[in-house]
């Protein structure tokens, strides 16, 4: 069985030596002070130091790490709007001590510098520059930062405009003019198709006027010639122009009777008339082609 004082001496080697070892994680600076006095930075590894009377103050990350920040303000439009920023920042290596001796709360450092770049930056902007410029706006908070947050041995990796919110009711006053303007835009494209519908089918009524003139003047070109050629063989068999003219319109008057009566649908309305009715027709036309002649043959005098 142990002796008590030695189970005494063991348990005591056993704590002197747990205060006496220490470890330091990668990515990390461990910073011992004697005294209350700085000593020296241990990196990662298995270090050493007097038990009780050396004593590890702080261990210093050296990895990136990212402060998110809502800032409110107020734009050059009086509209107050919400950004998110985040900054991205580390401890340089080489300015651990400046790091950690020079400057008691680097968070509140950082939220405070940007509070005011982003106050100073975004009252320069109006609210729709403000989304168009957040770019901007980042690389102002970087630059401040980085040029303060270096003497206190930080380094700014990164600064981002991660959300621009602005007022509800301002939200909503936007998404009304974005309507408006797609439907004014939407109205405007159907105005403009109605417009190329109307022309194109004007253009084609003309088009088919035009073609329908053409062939109605055809049409009457080729009946002049039929007339001619009737006239023209009337007269070798002894009938004058004037008898033979009064012939084919009554001849043109029949035919068109016939048609009428060929079709089921169409109505002919007959008016009451006297036996001697075509007679008095054929007359008459005969009397209206004799003055017109006679017109005629005063006309080439007159011109002669």
């Known amino acids: 069985m142990i002796p008590p ?81 985040s900054v991205q920042f580390r401890v340089i290596e080489d300015s651990v001590y400046d790091a950690f001796y020079r400057l008691d709360n680097p968070y509140e450092q950082i939220n405070s510098y940007i ?11 109006k609210l729709d520059d403000v989304f168009e410029r957040k770019n901007d706006i980042a690389h102002a908070v ?43 835009v939407a109205a405007e494209h159907e105005g403009e198709a109605e417009r190329i519908r109307i022309v194109a089918k004007a253009t084609a009524e003309a088009e088919s006027k035009r073609l329908q003139g053409r062939g109605i003047a055809d049409q009457r070109r080729e009946i002049a010639r039929g007339i001619e050629d009737s006239v023209e063989s009337l007269n070798k068999v002894g009938i004058n122009s004037q008898e033979a003219s009064a012939l084919i319109v009554v001849t043109q008057h029949y035919d068109t009777l016939q048609s009428l009566g060929e079709t089921t649908k169409s109505n002919l309305i007959l008016l009451p008339n006297s036996p001697n009715s075509a007679n008095d027709m054929l007359t008459s036309m005969l009397a209206a082609f004799t003055a017109s002649a006679e017109l005629g043959e005063q006309n080439k005098i007159k011109n002669i």
């Open 142 to 184: 970087q630059d401040e930062l980085g040029e303060a947050m270096e003497v206190y041995g930080y380094q700014i990796v990164k600064a981002l405009v991660t959300d621009i919110d602005p007022d509800a009711e301002v939200k909503r006053a936007m998404n009304r003019i974005n309507a408006s303007e797609r439907i004014k």
């Open 115 to 125: 509070f005011d770049t982003v106050r100073a930056e975004v009252p320069k902007m």
């Open 5 to 85: 004082q030695f189970l005494i001496v063991i348990v005591g080697l056993l704590f002197l030596v747990s205060q006496s070892v220490y470890m330091v994680k990668q990515q990390s600076i461990a910073i011992l002070e004697r005294f209350g006095k700085f000593v020296e930075f241990s990196r990662p590894g298995l270090h050493f130091k007097v038990p009780f009377i050396d004593k590890i103050v702080a261990k210093v990350n050296l990895r990136v790490q990212q402060l998110d920040v809502e800032v409110e303000t107020k734009t050059k439009d009086d509209v107050f709007v919400h950004l998110k920023v």
